[in-house]
């Protein structure tokens, strides 16, 4: 059986925030396998994923989830329970990833640089005061989301008493994060190999926001990023420092601002970065003449390879 001849299941949607994101992700996996000749089944990330899963028997999951439930080591545990290889990071680098606190913690004792930050639990019912540790502007992001989903920036003593008032309705945990002035920069790792440098220009709002993300228009992606070869391959090299550090593998993708002074900072880590039509990932591949269904089938060969091991062992 060739490879063209296995079955990809794309499981996609879930019931995370970003469901529709996932959607797109997913759809535009399921037209590159098509094109590729695959045989590509999609389904939904809900109670019957299990049941569908073994009803289609694939040799290979395609992991095309967004947030919660995908990136954060639940659906990779099922998968390995049920021995089915699939795209991305295991159960326990995605769970990391996932953990915004802990992911800055470890980059924090390896030294890797990073804004700094504080912790505060919100589900006893008392709002937090303004950290003392800290001062204002800050970033305020739950501790487990992806996509700039529930990202605010406070300026004053009442925006953070409101910014806590709405985490509390959504998030038990949130976490306010220094603001650093500068410009936003991701390097994305396929394979093993850092990809060109990307720099993000936000065309609405006041920072890389949700809308900023994936509404047509909503940033500018100018890939390679117009920076001197020093900082591009410092950036390279801090996105593969993170992405070996977390135990990832296939692909991933590091944000950074870097100040006026021209000092990196990480601002978080992607595991599985969007592959929509606005995705930052596909564009850094394109620059290097990696089309889309090469990108796709790439990844898809991690996860069949790792299924062949499995096998022989």
């Known amino acids: 059986m060739t490879k063209r001849n296995k079955k990809v299941a794309v499981v996609m949607g879930g019931s995370s925030?970003?469901?529709?994101?996932?959607?797109?992700?997913?759809?535009?996996?399921m037209r590159?396998?098509?094109?590729?000749?695959?045989?590509?089944?999609?389904?939904?990330?809900?109670?019957?994923?299990?049941?569908?899963?073994?009803?289609?028997?694939?040799d290979v999951?395609?992991?095309?989830?967004?947030g919660p439930g995908g990136e954060d080591g639940h659906v990779q545990a099922l998968l390995d329970y049920l021995v089915i290889p699939y795209t991305g990071s295991g159960v326990e680098s995605s769970a990391l990833a996932m953990d915004?606190?802990?992911?800055?913690?470890l980059l924090a004792a390896e030294g890797l640089p990073t804004a700094a930050w504080d912790l505060f639990d919100l589900s006893g019912g008392t709002l937090p005061l303004l950290p003392g540790s800290l001062d204002l502007p800050l970033v305020i992001k739950p501790r487990y989301e992806g996509s700039s989903q529930g990202v605010t920036i406070v300026h004053t003593h009442e925006q953070w008493t409101n910014a806590m008032i709405g985490a509390a309705k959504n998030y038990p945990q949130i976490m306010a994060e220094e603001f650093l002035d500068g410009r936003e920069f991701t390097c994305g790792i396929l394979g093993e190999e850092a990809l060109p440098v990307i720099e993000i220009v936000a065309n609405t709002g006041d920072f890389y926001t949700f809308d900023a993300k994936y509404a047509p228009g909503g940033s500018t992606h100018i890939v390679p990023a117009k920076i001197d070869e020093d900082l591009a391959a410092r950036l390279q090299m801090l996105a593969l420092s993170v992405h070996r550090l977390l135990g990832l593998r296939d692909y991933s993708r590091t944000d950074f601002i870097v100040t006026k002074e021209g000092?990196?900072?990480i601002l978080e880590v992607n595991t599985l970065p969007g592959l929509t039509p606005t995705s930052l990932l596909p564009d850094a591949c394109a620059s290097l003449g990696i089309t889309y269904e090469a990108l796709i089938e790439r990844l898809v060969g991690y996860a069949l390879a790792r299924g062949d091991v499995r096998d022989v062992a």
């Open 17 to 29: 925030s970003e469901r529709e994101i996932s959607i797109q992700t997913g759809s535009g996996v």
């Open 32 to 58: 590159a396998l098509q094109a590729l000749g695959y045989e590509a089944q999609s389904l939904d990330y809900d109670r019957r994923f299990v049941d569908a899963v073994r009803e289609i028997a694939p």
């Open 61 to 66: 999951v395609f992991n095309a989830l967004h």
């Open 100 to 105: 915004k606190h802990l992911t800055k913690k």
């Open 263 to 265: 000092r990196p900072h």
